[in-house]
Structures are given as C-alpha cells and as structure tokens.
C-alpha cells in the first residue's frame, strides 16, 4: 500500500505499534504519531483561518480532536464529515489508512501540473459522476479521513499539538499551515510575555 496517500506503517509512529494509547484509561497525547512527545500547551482562545466557506480552527476544549468536513459535487462523495480523537482511537486504524483521491474530470490537469507523477487507479481513489472507479473504499467516508489525515500531518509542523478541538471544512494544505504558523506564533508571544 506505499504510496497510496495513506500512511501505512508510519501511522502507528513505531511501525509495528498498533495502538497509540499505552493504558487502559485514555491518556491525553499531544503528538499523533509520538505519544511520548506531549506538550501541556492548550488553545485558550479561538483561532480562525479562513477563505471563502473554508476554514479551519483551533477552539479551546478539554480534549484534543480533529473533525474535518468536505463537500464535493459527486454524489459517491458528497457532504462527509468525520470527527477523530486520539485520546480515545487508533490513528493507525482509523486514520493512517485513508488514501488520497480525486475528481476523474481533473486527473489529466493534475498530471499535467505534475501533481501527481506516481499517480494511479492502482494508489488513489478516483470518483466521478457515476461513482467510484476502483472500489472498494477502506471506510465509508474515506474521502474525509484522508483530508482528516492531511490535517494532522500539516499540523504536525509544529512538533507537537496544543490540546484543542481542531476543526476544518472545505480546507486546503494552504489553510492547514497558515492555522499551524499562527498556532506557532501566538505560542512565541505567549512565551516572550511570560520570559523573564
């Protein structure tokens, strides 16, 4: 399954370790793929980013959890939603596994944009009008897991995850990283302010 847009092996942090959570009682962790990088940093304020009906947003909570909504016009797609947290399931088994997909009517743009060079029926779902091309997908709303998957990776440029309810619809990488750097930048000043 390498190079399908999921993460495979990777997604468990330790290849081979399929479940994040080390007890019985849900721990809070920080960092997806690393549970034993945390952070005891949390959102204490909403974070908005957004353009047009896109957004995504970092909102104070008492438990880290990502959802993510996606709307696209192909009814085997459609509206979606998926809400995931780490504190209680598997990304390795929920997440991780979600692979990348696209609209069959842009696929010889995206080639053209080289976009996707590795790119095939064989690795990547494709939709159009009809239905799905290669079925069967690994969840119902695969789609959405994967930008769910996108999500948490653009994220994980910060090295670890402030505790809060992330939450996006419609968004893109673009969206993902500009909440990352200003998640960044309000930690900097929240640090400069209580430096001595």
Not at 97 to 113: G, M, N, Y
Not at 122 to 137: F, M, Q
Not at 143 to 162: A, I, M, N, Q, T
Request: aromatic share 8%; net charge negative.
């Amino acid at each position: 399954r390498w190079g399908d847009g999921e993460m495979g092996r990777w997604g468990d942090g330790e290849m081979g370790q399929k479940n994040i959570n080390n007890t019985d009682r849900p721990q809070p962790i920080k960092h997806i793929l690393n549970p034993k990088l945390r952070t005891e940093n949390s959102i204490d304020r909403p974070i908005w980013i957004n353009q047009g009906d896109a957004f995504v947003a970092a909102l104070p909570s008492r438990e880290t959890r990502f959802t993510y909504g996606i709307d696209f016009n192909p009814p085997a797609i459609g509206n979606q939603w998926h809400s995931w947290s780490p504190e209680t399931e598997s990304f390795a088994d929920c997440i991780a596994p979600a692979r990348t997909f696209a609209l069959a009517h842009q696929i010889d743009h995206l080639r053209e944009a080289g976009l996707i060079k590795g790119g095939s029926l064989d690795n990547a779902l494709v939709c159009n009008e009809s239905g799905w091309l290669n079925p069967p997908l690994r969840f119902e709303n695969e789609p959405v897991r994967h930008k769910l998957l996108d999500l948490v990776g653009d994220l994980s440029l910060l090295g670890s995850f402030p505790q809060a309810h992330y939450l996006a619809y419609k968004a893109s990488h673009k969206l993902h990283i500009q909440l990352a750097q200003k998640i960044s930048e309000l930690s900097v000043d929240s640090k400069t302010k209580n430096s001595c």
